[in-house]
């Protein structure tokens, strides 16, 4: 046989198991490949170089996506509440009607207080919607409203934590792996500020998990334990006296903390006319000293 010969034969070969091994993958799985949101990252040619008081931090330019100041980016931490972005994403992508009212169950309450977690104000036995839960959760980052989502979409906390560790693999957050819904600290619930940027950068794609991420204030109407309601008010704003930057605005923010994570804030900011998240954790301090994680934030913004 000429060589020439071989060589068609070769090719013959490889264009086959090729077929087999396209035939052979789930279908599933390869929608998961193609359907996968493109949030890879790039590094910016003039990255910034600015003190900061947290100990990890990522920027990350949107409009551009490209990186533009990292510190110890890919070091694992733990993310405080900041998962409750990941909460509030799967559930939003979960729940067909926002409007829909429930009743929180007495369970959801258990140990919350012996655990010193952050509440948003909810009672047991309370009817509420599913949208007020949304914007208790990641405001007032209340841990009744993220667990009572959890119930609502997968039946407990541990089969929502499933969708959420999914979701995770789906963003290419590598690093990651949530213990529960809350960010309640676990030494297994952890993650990077780069993962939570990758998270960020695809949930602000959603218009509804935007109007809540950016809310500075949200009022529930009347409910069976609240005849007037509650105002919950985002945590970042509450803190902070001004949210103008030189040429922009900070719009948006999820705060965090636990001991073991020290001061969190993911942050939305627009600067001449482009949009910058700031993922920082491990600031010093805690919710009654000065909140250097918005310190941070202000002297990043700052400089753009």
């Known amino acids: 046989m000429t060589r020439k010969g071989v060589l068609s034969i070769l090719f013959l070969i490889i264009m086959l198991l090729g077929y087999l091994l396209v035939k052979e993958t789930p279908v599933s799985l390869r929608q998961e490949i193609v359907e996968s949101p493109n949030v890879v990252q790039t590094m910016g040619s003039n990255m910034l170089n600015i003190d900061l ?7 990350v330019n949107l409009d551009e996506n490209q990186v533009l100041l990292e510190k110890k980016s890919e070091e694992m931490i733990y993310p405080a509440s900041l998962t409750k972005m990941m909460t509030v994403l799967v559930a939003i992508e979960q729940i067909s009607n926002l409007q829909e009212e ?52 997968a039946g407990s906390e541990k089969e929502f934590v499933k969708l959420m ?34 998270l960020l950068q695809y949930a602000l794609t959603n218009h509804e998990f935007r109007n809540v991420y950016t809310a500075e204030r949200y009022s529930i109407k009347q409910t069976n334990l609240h005849p007037e309601g509650i105002t919950f008010t ?29 001061l969190c804030l993911a942050s939305l900011a627009v600067v001449n006319g482009q949009e910058y998240v700031l993922v920082t954790v491990g ?14 934030a202000l002297s990043v913004y700052s400089q753009l």
């Open 53 to 59: 008081y947290s100990a990890n931090a990522i920027l």
């Open 234 to 262: 985002s945590r970042m704003f509450q803190h902070m006296t001004t949210s103008a930057l030189p040429g922009g605005e900070i719009v948006g923010g999820k705060t965090g903390y636990t001991d073991e994570a020290g």
């Open 165 to 198: 560790n999914d979701k995770a693999q789906q963003l290419g957050m590598k690093n990651t792996h949530f213990m529960n819904t809350t960010g309640l600290h676990h030494p297994k619930h952890y993650t990077t500020v780069k993962d939570m940027s990758l």
């Open 283 to 296: 600031a010093e301090g805690n919710p009654r000293t000065e909140q250097y994680n918005i310190t941070d």
């Open 102 to 153: 429930i009743v929180l169950q007495k369970n959801i309450f258990n140990d919350l207080f012996e655990e010193n977690a952050s509440v948003a104000g909810f009672l047991p036995n309370e009817k509420v919607t599913l949208e007020d839960l949304l914007y208790g959760s990641m405001l007032p980052s209340g841990a009744e409203a993220s667990i009572g989502l959890a119930e609502y979409v």
